[in-house]
T-cell receptor
C-alpha cells in the first residue's frame, strides 16, 4: 500500500508547454512538500504546505504553482516549461506542523522525471 | 551556499566490512539530523536520525555519530551488505523548522 504516490513517473514535453504533477499521501500527515533534484543530484526544497496552507516557498520561478485541494494532495503545476526545468521532482509528507511535533521525518514519493525538449 | 556537505561523492566497501559515510554542516542552528537512503528510480527512504542532545544513535546495523563542536556527523554501517549499495543523503533541520536541507549524497557500493 503506497504511502506517497506521484503521477506520472515520467513526463516528456516540449518547451513552452504547461504540465502538472500529482501527489497523494495516505499517511494522514498534515504537511506536504515538493523537492527538485537537479542534474547534479542536489535535492532542494521548493514548497511546503501545512493543511492546505503554504508554509515554505523557496526562490522558485512563479511559473511553478503548487495547489493543495486537501491535506492529502499537493499538485505541482508548471507553466511555460523551460529546458532548465528538466529534473526529477519528489513529493514528500511529514507530521511536522502538529502541536508538539516539530522534527520531521519526511516520507518521499518515487519521483517524477521531467524532461523538457 | 551549501549548508550541508558530503565531500565524498562515492565510496566502495567490501561486504562484511564497516562503511563510514561523512557529513559536515555549517549552520549552527541545525539541531536535528537525518540520513536517507536512495535506490535508483525511487524516492529517498528515511534511515536514521539524531538530535543534538545526543552524540550517538543506533538502530541495528546503523549508527549515527554527531560531533557538534566539529559540526560533523557520520553514519556507520556494520556489517555492510550488498543491499546497502545506494546513494546516502545527509539532511539537517532545526526545531520548529519544516525545511530539510540536504547534502549532495554519497554513492555507496558494497563489493561482494
Amino acid at each position: 500500500d503506497t504511502a506517497v504516490s506521484q503521477t506520472p513517473k515520467y513526463l516528456v514535453t516540449q518547451m513552452g508547454n504547461d504540465k502538472s504533477i500529482k501527489c497523494e499521501q495516505n499517511l494522514g500527515h498534515d504537511t506536504m512538500y515538493w523537492y527538485k533534484q537537479d542534474s547534479k543530484k542536489f535535492l532542494k526544497i521548493m514548497f511546503s504546505y501545512n493543511n492546505k496552507e503554504l508554509i515554505i516557498n523557496e526562490t522558485v520561478p512563479n511559473r511553478f504553482s503548487p495547489k493543495s485541494p486537501d491535506k492529502a494532495h499537493l499538485n505541482l503545476h508548471i507553466n511555460s516549461l523551460e529546458l532548465g526545468d528538466s529534473a526529477v521532482y519528489f513529493c514528500a509528507s511529514s507530521q511536522a506542523g502538529l502541536a508538539g511535533v516539530s522534527y520531521n521525518e519526511q516520507f518521499f514519493g518515487p519521483g517524477t522525471r521531467l524532461t523538457v525538449l | 551556499d551549501q549548508q550541508v556537505k558530503q565531500n565524498s561523492p562515492s565510496l566502495s566497501v567490501q561486504e562484511g566490512r564497516i562503511s563510514i559515510l561523512n557529513c559536515d554542516y555549517t549552520n549552527s542552528m541545525f539541531d536535528y539530523f537525518l540520513w536517507y537512503k536512495k535506490y535508483p528510480a525511487e524516492g529517498p527512504t528515511f534511515l536514521i536520525s539524531i538530535s543534538s542532545i545526543k552524540d550517538k544513535n543506533e538502530d541495528g546495523r546503523f549508527t549515527v555519530f554527531l560531533n557538534k563542536s566539529a559540526k560533523h556527523l557520520s553514519l556507520h554501517i556494520v556489517p555492510s551488505q550488498p543491499g546497502d549499495s545506494a546513494v546516502y543523503f545527509c539532511a539537517a533541520s532545526w526545531f520548529g523548522n519544516e525545511k530539510l536541507t540536504f547534502g549532495t549524497g554519497t554513492r555507496l557500493t558494497i563489493i561482494p
